[in-house]
């Protein structure tokens, strides 16, 4: 578990007080890495890559990077994925039932390259006042994510791919990119494929998203859709996202906002990180308790008697916290009259069919 910066921690803790009443069999070693709170080394990225290599799984908050150049271009966030090689990043953007949004019903997947492209950190000034910042485009990169996007369409039955670029001015780069989506396509008879240019995908997102169902693109491209597509639904946090490599995964926000702004005010959404901590569970094979919390969450948002301000209401962090977990077992109180969470020592859901 690495919280990270802005909210992070508090949305973990979260996470924590959720797992913990639903009894789930997960332990978390903690790191903390920000470059922020000058908590963030070589050591420190060693430490966590390490723990990685062991539990191959991870839950992160967002590690902010500062604006200031201090003599090295790739942030801590980069780094990571770089040494995990976590080269695809999905966010599966679904319309939550009872938040009403201008487009409704919503459910597509952005699959995002994370390892290169405009995010390759190699910037240098050539003469003065002239820069040069290198976007780098490589076969092989350009066709495992489009391999991946989809195998993933595949895996989740979903009937199209969307490759999105801009070809038109980036011939090479952004043509290669194209061209390796259109190879793997031809794999994939049974899956639909078509292509849209980067500026008009976002216009058609906002106007008709319905159009939509598996996205894929290289890294900048895929950061700002992120964004826009989190938007559609409710925002940050709402939205949870994954990225994987060949052998990890690690679970996280959609939209990736420190939200440094309510900080200790107890005000942030942690919908997005509970959905996230449930993917995360799912992944691990824990489907009863990932479930559990998932449709625990989703019962109060459809509810919305508790809403926190991010989705209009007045609600606090804890408070929607409470709220999700008296809802992670309602057959509890079903007969005693009190729909809380009553606690039956020594049971365990999965192991017997009547609590007491």
């Known amino acids: 578990m690495l919280p990270g910066d802005g909210v992070g921690p508090e949305l973990m803790h979260a996470v924590k007080e959720v797992f913990k009443a639903a009894s789930v069999p997960v332990v978390f070693d903690e790191h903390h890495l920000s470059e922020v709170q000058n908590m963030a080394s070589e050591e420190k990225l060693d430490q966590v890559v390490d723990s990685m ?11 902010h990077t500062p604006m200031e150049y201090k003599g090295e271009l790739a942030s801590y966030d980069m780094r990571l994925r770089r040494k995990l090689d976590l080269f695809a990043n999905v966010v599966h953007v679904k319309s939550l039932p009872g938040y009403k949004t201008r487009h409704n019903n919503l459910d597509l997947v952005i699959i995002r390259e994370q390892t290169e492209g405009e995010y390759s950190s190699l910037e240098h000034e050539s ?41 038109n001015i980036m011939k090479l780069g952004d043509g290669l990119f194209l061209r390796c989506c259109e ?55 709402v939205v949870p996202g994954e990225s994987y490599s060949a052998e990890y995964a690690v679970f996280e ?41 998932a449709d625990a969450v989703k019962k109060v948002i459809k509810s919305g008697k508790v809403r926190t301000r991010d989705l209009g209401g007045y609600s606090t ?17 079903a007969h005693g009259g009190h729909g809380g969470l009553r606690h039956v020592p020594g049971f365990h859901p999965s192991r017997h069919s009547s609590p007491g």
């Open 127 to 167: 003469a003065k006042g002239v820069i040069e910042c290198l976007k780098i485009i490589t076969r092989a990169k350009s066709q495992r994510i489009a391999k991946f996007a989809f195998d993933y369409a595949t895996k989740k039955g979903r009937s199209k791919v969307t490759a999105v670029h801009k070809a």
């Open 317 to 333: 962090t804890s408070d929607f916290v409470k709220s999700v977990i008296d809802n992670l077992h309602p057959h509890y109180g």
């Open 53 to 63: 290599k062991e539990s191959k799984v991870a839950l992160i908050g967002k590690i």
């Open 183 to 237: 190879e793997v396509a031809e794999l994939y008879p049974k899956i639909k494929f078509d292509t849209m240019i980067i500026d008009n995908c976002c216009m058609q997102l906002v106007q008709n998203p319905y159009q939509f169902d598996v996205l894929v693109m290289p890294n900048l491209y895929g950061n700002i859709v992120d964004n826009l597509a989190a938007g559609l639904v409710g925002g940050a946090g």
């Open 253 to 293: 926000m959609g939209a990736r906002h420190p939200f440094a702004q309510a900080v200790g005010r107890n005000i942030a959404n942690p919908t997005a990180m509970l959905l996230s901590a449930s993917n995360m569970l799912r992944h691990l094979n824990l489907e009863f308790h990932s479930n559990m919390i």
